[in-house]
């Protein structure tokens, strides 16, 4: 199977260094989608997954698996199965945490060693506004009114399905770290849009003959379906294999960035390390895309007091 990538980075914009990634954009094809023999990365287990899959299905299927075995190889986990797990999500390797997620001309996973992260969520969409009745599925409460004022900000961003991205990202990295189940309803998300991506720079101070910085232009190194339950789930698009967009349509196409924060509405479980009541995302539009992260870092414990001597002055209570 041939996997048409482009040299431009969409997860690494989004997450900490200590999370590995992989990516690939544009269209997946090859003979293998009709002579029906196994890529050489996907292991037969694998393959048994989506025996019963269209040909399209199949390849989107193969092609994020290799991104998946590609990120856990950079982590220096062993090749093995990457099979499914709770509610249909990927049963990641011991010590691990991680996320999978493709859409039409996009496939990406992201892992990390379970010591440093709590949870990792990822999730890709087309950049379009969600279908007809999705919406009301998604937002809620106060997230209609800060949706329309970021929508009068920046009105070419389909903020709806933004947020619908932010909530995926959400519920995987809470999946991931043992959560029974989060609606939509059940995590509230706020939005910071960054500077350098609104439609008018900042105003200067007077006198102020300083250059402003160069915008610096995406990195050119390289380095699922989501759960089967039933939450909401966006129709299949019935062109998962149109090419990706030409260059001069692609410079043509929004471009934005920046940070969510989302509020866990429900109890979290119980345990030595919980997820924080807050988890905060990155977010990002670029070529015909948008994409959330979560990654959710493990606290780092305070050292113990020594003995026969009063604590220093920031650990007393």
Do not use: N
Not at 80 to 108: K, Q
Not at 183 to 201: I, K
Not at 223 to 236: E, G, S, T, V
Request: proline fraction near 14%; charge should be positive.
């Amino acid at each position: 199977m041939s996997v048409r990538s482009e040299e431009f980075v969409l997860l690494g914009a989004l997450l900490p260094e200590r999370v590995h990634w992989a990516e690939e954009t544009g269209a997946v094809d090859g003979p293998e989608a009709d002579d029906g023999s196994r890529p050489p990365w996907l292991f037969a287990e694998e393959e048994a997954l989506m025996a019963r899959a269209a040909p399209g299905r199949r390849r989107e299927f193969a092609a994020a698996r290799l991104c998946a075995h590609r990120a856990l190889a950079g982590l220096g986990v062993a090749a093995a199965p990457l099979l499914r797990g709770r509610r249909g999500a990927p049963a990641w390797p011991a010590g691990t945490v991680g996320s999978i997620t493709h859409c039409a001309g996009y496939r990406g996973a992201a892992v990390a060693s379970a010591t440093g992260f709590l949870g990792l969520g990822i999730d890709a969409e087309p950049h379009a506004p969600l279908p007809s009745g999705v919406r009301e599925e998604v937002v809620f409460g106060p997230e209609e009114a800060r949706l329309r004022e970021l929508a009068a900000r920046r009105p070419d961003i389909a903020w709806d399905r933004l947020l619908f991205s932010a909530k995926e990202s959400v519920y995987k990295a809470w999946s991931g770290y043992g959560g029974a189940w989060l609606g939509f309803e059940e995590a509230e998300v706020s939005w910071r849009l960054d500077a350098s991506d609104s439609p008018q720079p900042p105003a200067r101070a007077r006198g102020d003959h300083s250059q402003p910085p160069a915008r610096t232009r995406d990195d050119h190194s390289r380095p699922p379906a989501p759960a089967h339950d039933d939450r909401p789930r966006l129709p299949a698009p019935p062109h998962d294999d149109r090419p990706p967009p030409s260059a001069r349509a692609r410079a043509e196409l929004p471009r934005a960035s920046g940070r969510f924060w989302a509020r866990l509405l429900v109890p979290v479980p119980a345990g030595p390390c919980p997820l924080p009541r807050v988890l905060p995302g990155r977010w990002l539009v670029r070529r015909g895309l948008l994409l959330t992260a979560v990654a959710v870092p493990r606290p780092v414990p305070l050292p113990p007091f020594p003995p026969h001597r009063t604590a220093p002055k920031e650990y007393r209570r």
